[in-house]
Structures are given as structure tokens and as C-alpha cells.
């Protein structure tokens, strides 16, 4: 099995900075690709990056493109979200998610992976 634990979420301001961090242990050499994803009150969840773990290679839906940053530090088992010039509308509980499968293509749907965190609360002023 592999846990998943996020942290680095609070309040900030419009147009402010947050980095996320999701730390990963146990079956860790399992994990091929980790992702975020995030959840506002009543609205689904929603895909936001996602990096293969080995080579790097790393996705941003659109909505935050240009403003989010996926990166991982493979020594440490920690994947971060970089999240700049943020918005009221970023406001939601995040995810860190972890999927035993290699990612061809981009894979953005919450079924599709395999271990989740407990999710972070980020707070966005408007």
C-alpha cells in the first residue's frame, strides 16, 4: 500500500503564493505517476496536474495553466503543486493522488488513480 500525506494549505490573498506538498511512503516503487486534484463545496472533483514520476513529464488542466507547477523530488518521495497569482475560484479542499500505472497520456479522471491523501484546505480572499 502507499500513503499519502498533504500539507502547506491555509489562507491566502488574491494574486498570492501556496506551495502544496504530499508527502508518500510505504509501497512508494509502485507509484509511476502522482497527481492533484481538487473539490470545492458542491462540486465535483476536479483534476488539476499530474507528473510521471520517473521521467518528470508533467500536465496542467487548463484552468490552471500558466499559474500552477507540478514537480516532484523523487530523494524526498514528495510531489509539490506550486500555486501562484491565485484566484477566489482556486478555493477548495486539494488532493494528492498516486496511480500504479504508467501514463501514456494524460489521465484525468479520480477512478483512474489509486491512492489518495486526506486532502488540504486552500482559501483563496476575494
Known amino acids: 500500500q502507499v500513503q499519502l500525506v498533504e500539507s502547506g494549505g491555509g489562507l491566502v490573498q488574491a494574486g498570492g503564493s501556496l506551495r502544496l506538498s504530499c508527502a508518500a511512503s510505504?509501497?512508494?516503487?509502485?507509484?509511476?505517476?502522482m497527481g492533484w486534484f481538487r473539490q470545492a463545496p458542491g462540486k465535483e472533483r476536479e483534476f488539476v496536474a499530474a507528473?510521471?514520476?520517473?521521467?518528470?513529464?508533467?500536465y496542467c488542466a487548463d484552468s490552471v495553466k500558466g499559474r500552477f507547477t507540478i514537480s516532484r523530488d523523487k530523494a524526498k518521495n514528495t510531489v509539490y503543486l506550486q500555486m501562484n497569482s491565485l484566484k477566489p475560484e482556486d478555493r477548495a479542499v486539494y488532493y494528492c493522488?498516486?496511480?500504479?500505472?504508467?501514463?501514456?497520456?494524460?489521465?484525468?479522471?479520480?477512478?483512474?488513480?489509486?491512492?489518495w491523501g486526506q486532502g488540504t484546505q486552500v482559501t483563496v480572499s476575494s
Open positions: 493522488a498516486a496511480r500504479s500505472r504508467t501514463m501514456y497520456r494524460l489521465v484525468v479522471a479520480p477512478n483512474e488513480y489509486d491512492y
Open positions: 510505504g509501497r512508494t516503487f509502485s507509484v509511476y505517476t
Open positions: 507528473i510521471t514520476w520517473s521521467s518528470g513529464s508533467n
